[in-house]
């Protein structure tokens, strides 16, 4: 079964949400008790010191924490009000509708740069060649790629940069038209002028999706983000306006993190 349309919800139901959330490895749990509401068309940065469960937090939300042997959740992720954790929905589904670009650049080497955008395509409908063209121009284009590679498309990925990999793994994400795009640290493996690319990019794509990213870049934060939530030891410790977060934070330990008391 998969998650109904958008479309099914009512206008006031937040995009994606997360219900008492629990992520747990074994009888360990990564982060515990989340609950955190992402609106449509928002930026929403996950901060918060290496291993506090802000990737962890990420991988449940399109239920790829799953896929870990003796990984799984407890709580609920909601999106469009439904719970993606229901035991009939297809958790393929799920993930063509909160899609995911990683920390480093995964385009597939043995595939074309065409063939990686419609690479998302193939879970879906069957579609004609021409669409199918039509499809994976839109995304690059999406992704700030086209005019770089459009005389490429039958090119290996590998011959492109660092920056313009994961720009294409974005277009890939994108192409089939989730809701949602998670972001694991999309910056960390590039210098920065790939950086200022995918910043740029994050706030094109928030006109048309709800994006979360996570980010150790408390700069970065602050320049691409509308909500902050900050996560301490597995658990979230605040969450509010970026402006807020990040000049009038109500938690000390929040203040200490983003004065640089502690990381």
């Not at 009512?10 to 515990?32: E, H, K, N, Q």
């Not at 670009?101 to 065409?114: E, G, N, W």
């Not at 940069?161 to 089939?176: E, F, H, I, K």
């Amino acid at each position: 079964m998969a998650v109904p349309p958008a479309e099914a919800a009512p206008a006031t139901v937040p995009r994606l949400s997360a219900d008492t959330l629990t992520a747990w490895y074994g009888s360990a749990s990564g982060v515990r008790d989340v609950t955190l509401t992402c609106r449509e068309n928002t930026v929403t940065a996950l901060i918060g010191p290496s291993g506090c469960g802000k990737s962890t937090l990420l991988r449940s939300l399109n239920r790829m924490h799953e896929l870990v042997p003796g990984a799984r959740v407890t709580g609920r992720v909601l999106l469009d009000g439904y719970d993606i954790y229901d035991p009939a929905i297809n958790p393929v589904q799920v993930r063509r509708r909160i899609g995911m670009v990683f920390q480093r650049p995964t385009p597939f080497p043995t595939m074309t740069i065409a063939e990686n955008v419609a690479a998302g395509l193939r879970v879906g409908e069957s579609m004609t060649r021409a669409h199918q063209q039509e499809i994976v121009e839109h995304a690059l284009r999406r992704a700030a790629l086209w005019d770089e590679v459009k005389d490429r498309l039958h090119e290996s990925p590998m011959n492109l940069s660092g920056g313009q990999q994961q720009r294409l793994c974005v277009a890939r994400t994108v192409a089939p038209e989730p809701e949602v795009i998670l972001l694991d640290e999309p910056t960390a493996s590039l210098d920065p002028a790939g950086t200022a690319h995918i910043e740029e990019l994050v706030q094109e794509l928030k006109r048309e999706f709800t994006v979360v990213i996570v980010t150790h870049n408390l700069q970065q934060a602050g320049r691409v983000s509308d909500v902050t939530a900050f996560f301490y030891l597995g658990e979230l410790i605040e969450v509010g306006a970026t402006s807020r977060m990040f000049t009038a934070p109500l938690k000390p330990q929040t203040e200490a993190y983003i004065t640089g008391r502690f990381g």
